[in-house]
Protein backbone atom coordinates (compact mmCIF):
# COMPACT_ATOMS: atom_id res chain seq x y z
CA UNK A 1 0.00 0.00 0.00
CA UNK A 2 0.76 3.46 -0.89
CA UNK A 3 1.87 5.81 2.15
CA UNK A 4 0.00 8.96 1.68
CA UNK A 5 0.11 12.61 3.29
CA UNK A 6 -2.15 15.88 2.89
CA UNK A 7 0.01 18.75 3.19
CA UNK A 8 -1.39 22.05 4.44
CA UNK A 9 -1.11 25.73 5.98
CA UNK A 10 -2.82 23.76 9.17
CA UNK A 11 -1.03 20.73 9.02
CA UNK A 12 0.96 19.38 12.33
CA UNK A 13 2.19 16.12 10.99
CA UNK A 14 -0.19 14.11 12.49
CA UNK A 15 -3.07 11.65 11.81
CA UNK A 16 -6.23 12.85 13.03
CA UNK A 17 -8.60 10.86 15.44
CA UNK A 18 -11.42 9.20 13.58
CA UNK A 19 -14.29 11.50 15.51
CA UNK A 20 -12.58 14.87 14.65
CA UNK A 21 -15.16 17.50 15.35
CA UNK A 22 -14.05 19.27 12.24
CA UNK A 23 -13.75 16.52 9.35
CA UNK A 24 -14.26 18.36 6.19
CA UNK A 25 -13.51 17.18 3.01
CA UNK A 26 -9.38 17.09 3.36
CA UNK A 27 -9.68 15.86 6.41
CA UNK A 28 -12.78 13.17 5.82
CA UNK A 29 -9.52 11.95 2.78
CA UNK A 30 -7.04 11.90 5.31
CA UNK A 31 -8.96 9.76 7.80
CA UNK A 32 -10.53 7.69 5.02
CA UNK A 33 -6.88 6.90 3.31
CA UNK A 34 -5.23 6.60 6.60
CA UNK A 35 -2.86 9.92 6.10
CA UNK A 36 -0.98 12.17 8.19
CA UNK A 37 -2.05 16.09 7.96
CA UNK A 38 1.58 17.40 7.54
CA UNK A 39 2.95 20.92 7.18
CA UNK A 40 3.76 23.21 4.29
CA UNK A 41 6.94 24.31 5.92
CA UNK A 42 8.15 21.87 9.25
CA UNK A 43 8.56 18.89 6.94
CA UNK A 44 7.49 15.52 8.63
CA UNK A 45 10.41 12.91 9.41
CA UNK A 46 8.97 9.97 7.19
CA UNK A 47 8.65 9.65 3.61
CA UNK A 48 5.83 9.42 1.40
CA UNK A 49 4.76 7.81 -1.84
CA UNK A 50 2.42 10.90 -2.49
CA UNK A 51 2.37 14.23 -1.24
CA UNK A 52 -1.61 15.94 -1.70
CA UNK A 53 -1.13 20.04 -1.27
CA UNK A 54 -3.63 21.71 -0.45
CA UNK A 55 -2.82 25.19 -1.68
CA UNK A 56 -3.39 28.23 0.85
CA UNK A 57 -6.01 30.73 -0.28
CA UNK A 58 -4.25 33.66 1.72
CA UNK A 59 -0.72 32.83 1.25
CA UNK A 60 -0.16 30.62 -1.23
CA UNK A 61 3.84 30.79 -1.88
CA UNK A 62 4.96 26.99 -1.08
CA UNK A 63 8.23 25.85 -2.08
CA UNK A 64 7.43 22.70 -4.53
CA UNK A 65 10.76 21.25 -4.24
CA UNK A 66 10.99 21.46 -0.23
CA UNK A 67 7.86 19.26 -0.09
CA UNK A 68 9.25 17.02 -2.76
CA UNK A 69 12.02 15.79 -0.28
CA UNK A 70 9.95 14.20 1.48
CA UNK A 71 7.50 12.63 -1.49
CA UNK A 72 7.71 10.75 -4.30
CA UNK A 73 5.62 11.85 -6.16
CA UNK A 74 3.05 15.33 -5.66
CA UNK A 75 0.11 16.37 -6.12
CA UNK A 76 -2.82 19.27 -5.68
CA UNK A 77 -5.87 19.22 -4.62
CA UNK A 78 -7.46 21.21 -6.02
CA UNK A 79 -10.19 23.87 -3.41
CA UNK A 80 -12.92 25.75 -4.22
CA UNK A 81 -14.31 26.85 -7.40
CA UNK A 82 -12.23 25.91 -10.79
CA UNK A 83 -11.49 29.61 -11.43
CA UNK A 84 -10.69 30.68 -7.85
CA UNK A 85 -7.48 31.81 -8.83
CA UNK A 86 -8.68 34.14 -11.92
CA UNK A 87 -9.93 36.60 -9.22
CA UNK A 88 -6.40 37.05 -8.26
CA UNK A 89 -3.52 39.23 -8.95
CA UNK A 90 -1.42 38.47 -12.37
CA UNK A 91 1.30 37.68 -10.93
CA UNK A 92 -0.41 35.37 -8.42
CA UNK A 93 -2.36 34.09 -11.57
CA UNK A 94 0.75 33.07 -13.08
CA UNK A 95 2.49 31.68 -9.91
CA UNK A 96 -0.95 28.95 -9.27
CA UNK A 97 -0.51 28.05 -13.42
CA UNK A 98 3.39 27.52 -12.69
CA UNK A 99 2.98 25.36 -9.63
CA UNK A 100 0.14 23.29 -10.99
CA UNK A 101 1.90 22.93 -14.19
CA UNK A 102 5.03 21.28 -11.90
CA UNK A 103 2.79 18.83 -10.31
CA UNK A 104 2.67 14.85 -11.05
CA UNK A 105 -1.17 14.94 -10.88
CA UNK A 106 -3.94 17.02 -10.34
CA UNK A 107 -7.14 15.96 -8.12
CA UNK A 108 -10.08 17.75 -9.14
CA UNK A 109 -13.67 17.16 -6.91
CA UNK A 110 -15.87 17.02 -9.74
CA UNK A 111 -16.68 16.64 -13.60
CA UNK A 112 -16.85 20.66 -14.78
CA UNK A 113 -12.99 21.30 -12.40
CA UNK A 114 -11.79 18.11 -14.15
CA UNK A 115 -12.41 19.73 -17.93
CA UNK A 116 -10.76 22.97 -16.88
CA UNK A 117 -7.83 21.47 -15.38
CA UNK A 118 -7.33 18.93 -17.98
CA UNK A 119 -7.34 21.68 -20.68
CA UNK A 120 -5.52 24.11 -18.76
CA UNK A 121 -2.63 21.72 -18.20
CA UNK A 122 -0.86 18.76 -19.71
CA UNK A 123 -0.66 17.09 -16.25
CA UNK A 124 -2.43 14.31 -15.61
CA UNK A 125 -5.99 14.97 -13.70
CA UNK A 126 -7.99 12.69 -11.59
CA UNK A 127 -11.65 12.90 -9.53
CA UNK A 128 -11.22 13.11 -6.22
CA UNK A 129 -14.34 14.26 -4.84
CA UNK A 130 -15.25 15.73 -1.79
CA UNK A 131 -15.92 13.39 0.93
CA UNK A 132 -18.01 12.93 4.41
CA UNK A 133 -17.21 10.65 7.27
CA UNK A 134 -21.05 9.65 8.40
CA UNK A 135 -20.30 7.59 11.18
CA UNK A 136 -22.87 9.02 13.61
Known sequence: MD???FFSETGTNQKYP???PNARTEVAWCLALDAPMCSLTNLPSE???L???????????IDL?????VCDKVTIMQESYYNYW???SIEEQIWYFNFISEM???????DVD????????????ELLPSLMITDD
Open 47 to 49: HFD
Open 86 to 88: QDS
Open 104 to 110: DLIFCHN
Open 18 to 20: RDF
Open 51 to 61: GIVIVPKNNPN
Open 3 to 5: KIA
Open 114 to 125: LKYYNRLTNVRT
Open 65 to 69: NHIRK
